[in-house]
């Protein structure tokens, strides 16, 4: 079912076609229209985060934190636990 989907997508492009080909279909095959939807939205979503304009880039907060000169010193109290 959702291969004859993808073969007529490959096929056309042509929106009102593809419409002809759902009408076609019986109504409890619809889920698993609605489930191939779904996925494929969802792919497109993930290669559209993954394309190089939405990748983070290093030191985007540089010089906006400030760490404490004693940072890496062992807390009163807590020698004996080390």
């Known amino acids: ?3 004859m989907v993808i ?3 490959e096929s056309t492009m042509n929106y009102e076609a593809l419409e002809q080909q759902i009408r076609e279909i019986p109504e409890e095959y619809f889920p698993e ?3 191939f939807l779904k996925l494929l939205k969802n792919r497109i979503f993930v290669q559209n985060k993954n394309a190089e304009h939405f990748k983070r880039k290093l030191g985007g907060y540089e010089g906006m934190i400030k760490i404490a000169d004693d940072f890496d010193d062992i ?3 807590f020698e004996e636990s080390l």
Request: aromatic share 8%; proline share 8%; glycine share 8%.
């Open 1 to 3: 079912m959702i291969l």
């Open 7 to 9: 073969a007529f997508m």
């Open 33 to 35: 229209i609605e489930n």
């Open 75 to 77: 807390p009163e109290g």
